[in-house]
């Protein structure tokens, strides 16, 4: 007896439980993958597994649906794979310890992923059953959704005969998600020259910042460690000549950095004035700030008493960098216009990097996570980087570019679940579009006139220890997936 044996629906969270009980973190998923191929051929489903591990499982249409459109049902099988540090599991070979809490399921001391493991349980529940009435189904599990979406950038959808699809990978009912942005990693790299200044060195420190989602909080206007050091940094090096030693800020591109740090090499009788600098620029900051990121801290140290000579790049380069850090665009750029509320343009400083080294010559590394709904403002954006790194001396490399999914004005699958949705719940779905990257922008730009929304159930807290899945959601969510299945298009 599993622990979510008395939940309804039975099957549903009985394929749950068989997933929470593989391993099946990002980059982890040889397992689960092999069990929805030893799935599909027990049940005698045409099934392709392919190197990446992706899966694509096919059922035919029950008799009288044979000339319904077929209906792709997606999501991913893997996981944000995060355990509590006391908690002495290791998550790339033990299973989860599912529990129940009213009306929620969680992980005791982990990550439950029911991001995305429901869609897989609900995609098996469905293949498995035999009352239910739906058109064909092409299921597609895609892996590596949550480090780059390496699956939907790789996987071959030429055996789909379906033109709609139904994506299972969104947090909330009642929602209807039918647009996301594109994206890319810009890592712009800035040439430095070196050279050995004799005095002292002076640390600039940032903390104390609430940072964030670099797509869902970037309207937000809270402060961005690495924006906010190439502020101070300006602000020294316009009236001061120092040399930088390191550069070192945030953790990831797309989280917005909550603490970042400099060290510049001055000469000693500068330091006075270099510590005024910041402590006056620091104090406009604070006050910017006051209502929007309150708990901001900013600190100067001169370290170590003695003088010395050390590496560091030359007061005219460290200069340039501050000026690219402080012309550097950041946060949001453009509100959409066809949506209201909605960013359409942004991008975030997640990670800045240096550090002065007597053999090499050496480069700053400022990357950003860049996202646009509009493919082109994107690419403007780009190139807007690569200028600024360009007047640098310096040059972009671009990562992980993924395409938006665009707002289709003419939506037959979006009328069909509206329509069932306002029967079901007595009112309308909301219909929104959101600022951070799904995998219907890659899967759309394979399949022709995709026609694709994305709906999940109650989801809390996902990629946390704290993660819930509702249970009374995922139950009302699964009806409206199986209605919305045996329901047949006006002919
Ligand atoms: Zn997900």
Same mark, same amino acid.
């Given at each position: 007896?599993?622990?979510?044996?008395?939940?309804?629906?039975?099957?549903?969270?009985?394929?749950?439980?068989?997933?929470? $009980?593989?391993?099946?973190?990002?980059?982890?998923?040889?397992?689960?993958?092999?069990? @929805?191929?030893?799935?599909?051929?027990?049940?005698?489903?045409?099934?392709?597994?392919? #190197?990446?591990?992706?899966?694509?499982?096919? $059922?035919? #249409?029950? !008799?009288?649906?044979?000339?319904?459109?077929?209906?792709?049902?997606?999501?991913?099988?893997?996981?944000?794979?995060?355990?509590?540090?006391?908690?002495?599991?290791?998550?790339?070979?033990?299973?989860? $310890?599912?529990?129940?809490?009213?009306?929620?399921?969680?992980?005791?001391?982990?990550?439950?992923?029911?991001?995305?493991?429901?869609?897989?349980?609900?995609?098996?529940?469905?293949?498995?059953?035999?009352?239910?009435?739906?058109?064909? +189904?092409?299921?597609? =599990?895609?892996?590596?959704?949550?480090?780059?979406?390496?699956?939907?950038?790789?996987?071959?959808?030429?055996? @789909?005969?379906?033109?709609?699809?139904?994506?299972?990978?969104?947090?909330?009912? &009642?929602?209807?998600?039918?647009?996301?942005?594109? &994206? #890319?990693?810009?890592?712009?790299? +800035?040439?430095?020259?070196?050279?050995?200044?004799? &005095?002292?060195?002076?640390?600039?420190?940032?903390?104390?910042?609430? &940072?964030?989602?670099?797509?869902?909080?970037?309207?937000?206007?809270?402060?961005?460690?690495? /924006?906010?050091?190439?502020?101070?940094?300006?602000?020294?090096?316009?009236? @001061?000549?120092?040399?930088?030693?390191?550069?070192?800020?945030?953790?990831?591109?797309?989280?917005?950095?909550?603490?970042?740090?400099?060290?510049?090499?001055?000469?000693?009788?500068?330091?006075?004035?270099?510590?005024?600098?910041?402590?006056?620029?620091?104090?406009?900051?604070?006050?910017?700030?006051?209502?929007?990121?309150?708990?901001?801290?900013?600190?100067?140290?001169?370290?170590?008493?003695?003088?010395?000579?050390?590496?560091?790049?030359?007061?005219? *380069?460290?200069?340039?960098?501050?000026?690219?850090?402080?012309?550097?665009?950041?946060?949001?750029?453009?509100?959409?216009? *066809? =949506?209201?509320?909605?960013?359409?343009?942004?991008?975030?400083?997640?990670?800045?990097?240096?550090?002065?080294?007597?053999?090499?010559?050496?480069?700053?590394?400022?990357?950003?996570?860049?996202?646009?709904?509009?493919? /082109?403002?994107?690419?403007?954006?780009?190139?807007?980087?690569?200028? +600024?790194?360009?007047?640098?001396?310096?040059?972009?490399?671009?990562?992980? *570019?993924?395409?938006?999914?665009?707002?289709?004005?003419? /939506? !037959?699958?979006?009328?069909?679940?509206?329509?069932?949705?306002?029967?079901?719940?007595?009112?309308?779905?909301?219909?929104?579009?959101?600022?951070?990257?799904?995998?219907?922008?890659?899967?759309?730009?394979?399949?022709?006139? @995709?026609?694709?929304?994305?709906?999940?159930?109650?989801? $809390?807290?996902?990629?946390?220890?704290?993660?819930? +899945?509702?249970?009374?959601?995922?139950?009302?969510?699964?009806?409206?997936?199986?209605?919305?299945?045996?329901?047949?298009?006006?002919?």
């Amino acid at each position: 007896m599993g622990v979510l044996s008395g939940l309804e629906p039975q099957n549903v969270f009985y394929y749950f439980e068989e997933i929470t $009980k593989i391993p099946h973190g990002s980059g982890n998923v040889a397992q689960l993958s092999d069990y @929805l191929a030893r799935f599909a051929k027990e049940r005698g489903l045409w099934c392709r597994q392919d #190197a990446c591990q992706n899966i694509i499982m096919v $059922k035919e #249409a029950t !008799p009288g649906y044979e000339s319904e459109p077929p209906v792709i049902l997606q999501g991913h099988m893997d996981m944000v794979a995060v355990h509590r540090p006391d908690d002495p599991i290791d998550m790339a070979t033990e299973g989860l $310890k599912v529990g129940i809490d009213g009306d929620d399921l969680y992980a005791e001391g982990t990550s439950l992923g029911g991001d995305d493991g429901i869609a897989v349980a609900y995609a098996l529940a469905l293949l498995d059953a035999d009352e239910i009435c739906h058109p064909r +189904l092409e299921v597609v =599990i895609t892996v590596d959704e949550e480090v780059g979406m390496d699956g939907a950038r790789q996987i071959d959808l030429s055996p @789909l005969r379906g033109r709609r699809m139904i994506n299972l990978d969104s947090e909330e009912e &009642g929602i209807f998600l039918t647009s996301c942005a594109g &994206g #890319a990693r810009v890592n712009c790299l +800035l040439p430095c020259g070196q050279t050995r200044i004799w &005095g002292r060195s002076a640390e600039i420190s940032i903390a104390g910042l609430r &940072g964030g989602h670099s797509g869902e909080e970037i309207d937000k206007g809270r402060g961005n460690a690495n /924006s906010l050091l190439g502020r101070l940094l300006w602000a020294v090096t316009s009236r @001061l000549n120092v040399g930088l030693v390191s550069l070192d800020g945030g953790l990831a591109d797309n989280a917005i950095p909550r603490e970042a740090r400099a060290v510049l090499q001055v000469a000693s009788e500068n330091l006075p004035a270099l510590e005024e600098i910041v402590e006056k620029t620091a104090a406009e900051i604070s006050g910017e700030l006051s209502a929007r990121d309150p708990q901001v801290r900013i600190a100067v140290a001169g370290q170590p008493e003695e003088e010395a000579g050390v590496f560091c790049a030359t007061p005219e *380069d460290t200069r340039r960098i501050a000026a690219f850090l402080i012309s550097a665009p950041n946060g949001v750029q453009a509100m959409s216009a *066809d =949506i209201d509320g909605l960013v359409e343009t942004s991008l975030n400083l997640g990670i800045l990097h240096y550090a002065a080294d007597a053999e090499n010559s050496g480069e700053v590394s400022a990357v950003f996570s860049v996202r646009s709904s509009v493919d /082109s403002a994107k690419r403007a954006l780009i190139a807007r980087l690569q200028a +600024l790194a360009a007047l640098t001396g310096g040059g972009i490399q671009v990562r992980g *570019d993924y395409p938006g999914w665009q707002y289709r004005a003419v /939506s !037959p699958l979006r009328d069909k679940m509206t329509a069932l949705y306002e029967r079901m719940y007595g009112q309308k779905p909301l219909i929104r579009a959101i600022h951070a990257g799904l995998e219907c922008g890659l899967l759309a730009a394979k399949i022709p006139d @995709l026609d694709c929304v994305s709906i999940g159930p109650d989801m $809390k807290d996902i990629h946390t220890t704290e993660e819930r +899945l509702s249970i009374s959601s995922t139950a009302r969510v699964w009806s409206f997936l199986v209605q919305l299945l045996a329901q047949k298009d006006p002919a």
